[in-house]
Antibody, heavy 118, light 107 residues
């Protein structure tokens, strides 16, 4: 069974760094790409970036200077790090699996709520 | 970057009605478009991929169409569980931009 689960701190102070982990099961990170998507409260979905199955990454240009995505294939984990957090980064953060054709997201994690506040 | 313009932002409809949501891409995305449904407090769920292919388990009252830059999601005979938010997404290339969403509410 395919599963993705996000984990990380629920509260981050302004200007600090957010670190999230997406732990996957039921598939290999070397076969499927994993994306990060976030959703501020009451707002729409924002694509953040991707760890491609081949090991390269791509980022939303609006976040690129602050965002880093990496992985540990042996642990089936994908990591998101974003620095200089501000209140507008308060959101639910999701990891999601790309289809084998890399053109739609077929499985999503439950999401983790991150609040940026002092 | 490909921009996705979705309309309307909100929609009020009655049970049994048929509704259509539109999505306009800023350039040709060659039918590589997905639609997602999101219910309050839940993760988005894939409905349709490649513009018109129904994902496994999705009821046949949902259908997608379109080509080039213009796409639509149609829901026939609205059921109580269909009242949710819907998003289109560019699947052609990164950044994999989403439309701003459509909130479908019960009239």
């Amino acid at each position: 069974e395919v599963q993705l689960k996000e984990s990380g701190p629920g509260l981050v102070q302004p200007s600090q760094t957010l670190s999230l982990t997406c732990t996957v099961s039921g598939f290999s990170l070397t076969d499927y790409s994993v994306h990060w998507v976030r959703q501020p409260p009451g707002k729409g979905l924002e694509w953040m970036g991707v760890m491609w199955s081949g090991g390269s990454t791509a980022y939303n240009s609006a976040l690129k200077s602050r965002l880093s995505i990496s992985r540990d294939t042996s642990k089936s984990q994908v990591f998101l790090k974003m620095n200089s957090l501000q209140t507008e980064d308060t959101a639910i953060y999701y990891c999601t699996r790309d289809s084998i054709y890399n053109n739609y997201f077929d499985y999503w994690g439950q999401g983790v709520m991150v609040t940026v506040s002092s | 970057d490909i921009q996705m313009t979705q309309s309307p932002a909100s929609l009020s409809a009655s049970l049994g009605e048929t509704v259509t949501i539109e999505c306009l891409a800023s350039e040709d995305i060659y039918d590589i478009l997905a639609w997602y449904q999101q219910k309050p407090g839940k993760s988005p769920q894939l409905l349709i991929y490649d513009a018109s292919s129904l994902h496994t388990g999705v009821p046949s009252r949902f259908s997608g169409s379109g080509s080039g830059t213009q796409y639509s999601l149609k829901i026939n005979s609205l059921q109580p569980e269909d009242f949710a938010s819907y998003y289109c997404q560019n699947g052609l290339s990164a950044p994999r931009t989403f439309g701003a969403g459509t909130k479908l509410e019960l009239k």
